[in-house]
Nanobody, 119 residues
Framework: QVQLVESGGGLVQAGGSLRLSCAASGRAVSVYNMGWFRQAPGKEREFVGS????????YYADSVKGRFTISRVNAKNTVYLQMNSLKPEDTAVYYC????????????WGQGTQVTVSS
């Protein structure tokens, strides 16, 4: 089994920054993508961004492009989500997820971390 543990959430004022971390542990797997998703109250879970594990290439939802940055440290099996210029509409539970090589979807998910942006 693979475990994903997010950390770094909290309460921040609009315009502020937070950095989320997601550490993977457990069974060794070949990682294709690590993704970040979020779910606000009463809304569907939405894609925030992802990083191709081997190449380091990143992809972002339009709503966060230019404000959020995903990075990873392979040796630590950790992926980060740096969030700048936060807006109240960024308030959500943020989840990291892992897509294995050969899988068509993200099969492993963390427990989520709450991010609240006050206006």
């Amino acid at each position: 089994q693979v475990q994903l543990v997010e950390s770094g959430g909290g309460l921040v004022q609009a315009g502020g920054s937070l950095r989320l971390s997601c550490a993977a542990s457990g069974r060794a797997v070949s990682v294709y993508n690590m993704g970040w998703f979020r779910q606000a109250p009463g809304k569907e879970r939405e894609f925030v961004g992802s990083i191709r594990w081997s190449a380091g290439s990143t992809y972002y939802a339009d709503s966060v492009k230019g404000r959020f940055t995903i990075s990873r440290v392979n040796a630590k099996n950790t992926v980060y989500l740096q969030m700048n210029s936060l807006k109240p509409e960024d308030t959500a539970v943020y989840y990291c997820a892992l897509q294995r090589l050969g899988d068509i979807s993200y099969e492993y998910w963390g427990q989520g971390t709450q991010v609240t942006v006050s206006s």
